[in-house]
């Protein structure tokens, strides 16, 4: 068993990690910028100014705002300034109602709110808002850089409140516990129950937004429900059935912006959907213990945060990748499988989706979650086989944490270009 203090630290990294979230998380982290400068200026303000690094602006273009039937940037802004609150955290927009929607809009419609592309950002994850009063005289700014929450700057008329230095990547500057896939795993399956319990709130949360959208008629493109209902003739009455329909609605009601809480994995609510849902359903349809479905919860959300440390918060690489990737690890372990299995899961799923790209956060991203979780399941079943991509094909290594290192040094940096080229063809729109 892994010692007290690392146990001690890998649970604060986790807690830290796995938080809950209402909307799409780069909108809502631009709300929540938006917040604290608003509240940094002490007064209503009359005009907003952003300006965000590409990943942002790529991420919050085609999503739902929860509350309010819109889409995009504009009115996340403006709801930030009128109803958003700092301390509520990725939960910010939690107050929002139909006066401040009609506010809201008033306020795009006199052309209040700014929005520009900084292409010279310090990180991939970032965002500068101002709030300037009626005279523009007087201003509240406030920065957010390498976490959705991660404020490195609050200013006023001037006067800098706070500062952290980011120059270069933000990505990675908190101290960290450097994991590896055996401690994830030792970490999962040997800590006392105890200690892992509080997992159990990601599975309240997701599948309370699961089943919102499967007992409806579905949100955004009704990947779920379309699965759930017409999908029974393609694939039955199946355990892969439930786990692709549970996890696509999610994602469906949470792109489509419904209101709902979900929690988030490393910033991410499609993330932490993706690695809880396909899970928890499983260790349903099996009668799995207690035990087993924490451990296995564990397990899944400590892999995709282990990816995330050298990936970084967003990249070119579609979220799904990693989520899937600790949800097929956590289906081997339930499945039966050890320590080897679990390597086998993850240089399979490495071999499977290293590539698909992130083109913004939106409804259609239920198909991709689907794909993930499908490539999840056939992966860990591979595994426990005991059939394995091998170090002669493709970026696969014999030493599965240099394959994540591959995978994610594709994402973090060769795909750079592609980033750039998905966010021209989505603003020429």
């Known amino acids: 068993m892994l010692d007290e203090n690392t146990r001690r630290e890998i649970k604060s990294l986790i807690m830290r990690e796995v938080v809950p979230a209402i909307g799409c998380t780069e909108p809502v982290a631009v709300a929540l910028a938006v917040a604290k400068a608003s509240e940094t200026l002490d007064t209503a303000p009359a005009r907003i100014e952003v300006a965000l690094s590409g990943n942002i602006l790529k991420n919050a273009m085609g999503v739902g705002i929860p509350g309010t039937g819109m889409i995009g940037l504009p009115i996340a802004i403006a709801l930030g300034a009128i109803t958003g609150k700092s301390e509520y955290g990725l939960e910010v927009l939690r107050d929002v109602d139909d006066n401040a929607v009609d506010l809201g809009k008033k306020m795009i419609s006199e052309e209040r709110v700014e929005i520009s592309h900084y292409p010279e950002a310090p990180d991939k994850l970032y965002i500068s808002a101002i ?6 005289g007087h201003f509240g700014k406030a920065v957010i850089c390498g976490g959705h929450t991660r404020f490195v700057h609050i200013e006023k008329d001037s006067e800098v409140l706070f500062h952290e230095d980011f120059a270069g990547e933000c990505d990675g500057a908190d101290e960290e516990i450097a994991l590896t896939l055996h401690t994830v795993w030792r970490y999962a399956v040997e800590s006392p129950l105890d200690e892992l319990i509080f997992i159990r709130e990601a599975e309240r949360l997701n599948r309370a937004a699961a089943e919102r959208a499967l007992k409806g008629q579905g949100f955004g493109h009704k990947v779920g429900r379309i699965i759930a209902t017409a999908g029974k003739s393609m694939y039955g009455d199946t355990p892969a059935r ?32 993706t690695i809880t849902l396909p899970v928890v359903t499983y260790a349903e349809e099996i009668n799995a213990s207690e035990e087993q479905t924490v451990r296995a919860l564990v397990l899944a959300h400590l892999t995709s945060i282990y990816i995330k440390q050298s990936l970084g918060r967003l990249s070119a690489l579609c979220g799904c990748v990693v989520a899937a990737t600790g949800a097929s690890i956590a289906l081997t372990y339930l499945m039966g499988g050890d320590f080897t299995h679990g390597t086998y899961a993850v240089k399979n799923m490495v071999a499977t989706l290293t590539g698909m790209i992130c083109d913004g956060a939106k409804p259609a991203c239920a198909l991709k979650i689907m794909s993930g979780v499908n490539t999840a399941l056939v992966s860990a079943l591979m595994a426990m086989n005991d059939e394995c991509v091998s170090s002669a094909e493709g970026i696969v290594d014999d030493d599965v944490d240099v394959t994540v290192r591959n995978l994610t040094a594709i994402g973090r940096e060769a795909m750079n270009e592609t980033d750039l080229m998905v966010l021209k063809i989505m603003s020429d729109h």
């Open 131 to 136: 709030a300037r009063d009626e005279s523009g």
């Open 242 to 273: 439930h786990m692709l329909a549970m996890t696509a609605g999610a994602c469906d009601a949470r792109m489509a912006g419904e209101p709902v809480a979900v929690m988030s994995n490393s910033g991410s609510g499609n993330q932490g959907i």
